[in-house]
T-cell receptor
Framework: GAGVSQSPSNKVTEKGKDVELRCDPISGHTALYWYRQSLGQGLEFLIYFQGNSAPDKSGLPSDRFSAERTGGSVSTLTIQRTQQEDSAVYLC?????????????FGEGSRLTVL | GNSVTQMEGPVTLSEEAFLTINCTYTATGYPSLFWYVQYPGEGLQLLLKATKADDKGSNKGFEATYRKETTSFHLEKGSVQVSDSAVYFC?????????????FGTGTQLKVEL
């Protein structure tokens, strides 16, 4: 597609439920990033996929969070047993692998509300 | 570790006023520095960048100079417009490793009024 696409754009769930958030990066971009944007907290790095390398999971806040990237394209961020503190906007970005210009292309985000 | 500190918002200005949004960073070596902008209802997009000390990044009338001695990268614009209303994020990319993994500040909301 023309840009990074994320779905759903809004998700309201009950505490304890599992949620899946999807990211479809720009075609040809082999690097993919997940960030979390919480009120007053800025953008918090979660996980980074680059090509066929092992993902950098150093930002995942707990073992309830996981992410996959299938076929080097679409990625799914899964949050198990959601808690109220998981409420945030989850942003996905992609970039060209090996072109370390610092330019990330962001989607509009998935807003998660945990009741 | 790496970190970025931005001035808190919101910043409210009248149209044609001068803008400064302060940004300082902590990092080892010589990181690259960036300003990203998030317009209402849109994803973040790169506004400008600088990759070494004393470099000036510029775009759309915005400028920022990489100051190694003060570890700063303040964003400036001489005359803001209503269309500049957005949230501005300062960010850094480490000198080595991590691909395009960026560390962001908390963001500063700018509101420009007529």
């Amino acid at each position: 597609g023309a840009g990074v696409s994320q779905s759903p754009s809004n998700k309201v769930t009950e505490k304890g439920k599992d949620v899946e958030l999807r990211c479809d990066p720009i075609s040809g971009h082999t690097a993919l990033y997940w960030y979390r944007q919480s009120l007053g907290q800025g953008l918090e790095f979660l996980i980074y996929f680059q090509g066929n390398s092992a993902p950098d999971k150093s930002g995942l806040p707990s073992d309830r969070f996981s992410a996959e990237r299938t076929g080097g394209s679409v990625s799914t961020l899964t949050i198990q047993r959601t808690q109220q503190e998981d409420s945030a906007v989850y942003l996905c970005a992609s970039s060209l692998e090996g072109i370390n210009t610092g330019e990330l292309f962001f989607g509009e985000g998935s807003r998660l509300t945990v009741l | 570790g790496n970190s970025v500190t931005q001035m808190e918002g919101p910043v409210t200005l009248s149209e044609e006023a001068f803008l400064t949004i302060n940004c300082t960073y902590t990092a080892t070596g010589y990181p690259s520095l960036f300003w990203y902008v998030q317009y209402p209802g849109e994803g973040l997009q790169l506004l400008l960048k600088a990759t070494k000390a004393d470099d000036k990044g510029s775009n759309k009338g915005f400028e920022a100079t990489y100051r190694k001695e003060t570890t700063s990268f303040h964003l400036e614009k001489g005359s803001v417009q209503v269309s500049d209303s957005a949230v501005y994020f300062c960010a850094l990319r480490p000198f080595t490793g991590g691909g395009n993994k960026l560390t962001f500040g908390t963001g500063t909301q700018l509101k420009v009024e007529l």
